[in-house]
Nanobody, 122 residues
Framework: QVQLVESGGGLVQAGGSLRLSCSNS????????MGWYRQGPGKERELVASITTGGTTNYADSVKGRFTISRDNAKNTIYLQMSSLNPEDAAVYFC????????????????WGQGTQVTVAS
């Protein structure tokens, strides 16, 4: 039911900008938050930014002031505007959607997109 499709990745020069999009085909009902994670070569997947249904945002320290997460609730879509990109930002970026379970216990369940590659040329 929940399918996340990322787009917007590609090659950018250091110092440049890129905008990622993630479309969520699932219902917004029971949605807790959506966000972006990334995984660079040989590294663990890490949170980049997240946004709750209420609009509260959270950013990794490494991207504060450079990245902006936003949402379009009507389209159930989130975006990640990335600026001042550096080679350390190169990674596969994954869209995440976190839902409450429908069984009444309100457990949080994570869904993931397949990722979009961001390459930063130095």
């Amino acid at each position: 039911q929940v399918q996340l499709v990322e787009s917007g990745g590609g090659l950018v020069q250091a110092g440049g900008s890129l905008r990622l999009s993630c479309s969520n085909s699932g219902s917004a009902f029971r949605l807790n938050s959506m966000g972006w994670y990334r995984q660079g070569p040989g590294k663990e997947r890490e949170l980049v930014a997240s946004i709750t249904t209420g609009g509260t945002t959270n950013y990794a320290d490494s991207v504060k002031g450079r990245f902006t997460i936003s949402r379009d609730n009507a389209k159930n879509t989130i975006y990640l505007q990335m600026s001042s990109l550096n080679p350390e930002d190169a990674a596969v970026y994954f869209c995440n959607a976190r839902y409450y379970s429908s069984d009444g216990f309100r457990r949080l369940l994570d869904y993931w997109g397949q990722g979009t590659q961001v390459t930063v040329a130095s």
